[in-house]
């Protein structure tokens, strides 16, 4: 991570002086824009290269199963809405609505319950 932040602190130096350099020429605002967005593309190239590796290397060293994640992920977090409807829908006294979506998050566990 501290070699990340100081190639990033390197790229962000870099396209300050160079950006001053084009103000110094009296570059107009379209240039200098144009400038400033291409030096954000190359951090983000620079960035966007090493996260999948680092990614990998984190999954492994906290025992992700990421291939599972990605279906389990969305349904904890559609439970946890639903579950934030349901208190809704008892605060407002629509217990008929409460009813179904508790239905509803029972069928989100029975799934996530095969998924284990």
Do not use: K, N, Y
């Amino acid at each position: 991570m501290l070699v990340q932040s100081a190639i990033a602190l390197i790229l962000i130096a870099a396209i300050v002086f160079a950006a001053r350099a084009a103000f110094r020429t009296r570059l107009t605002a379209a240039r200098a824009a144009t400038l400033f967005v291409a030096g954000c593309v190359v951090i983000v190239a620079i960035c966007a290269v090493r996260t999948p590796p680092r990614a990998r290397e984190s999954a492994m060293r906290l025992r992700i199963d990421v291939a599972r994640s990605r279906h389990v992920g969305p349904l904890l977090d559609q439970r946890g809405l639903l579950s934030d409807e349901v208190a809704w829908a008892e605060a407002t006294g629509r217990s008929e609505r409460a009813r179904a979506t508790r239905a509803e998050i029972a069928r989100i566990d029975a799934v996530l319950q095969t998924l284990r």
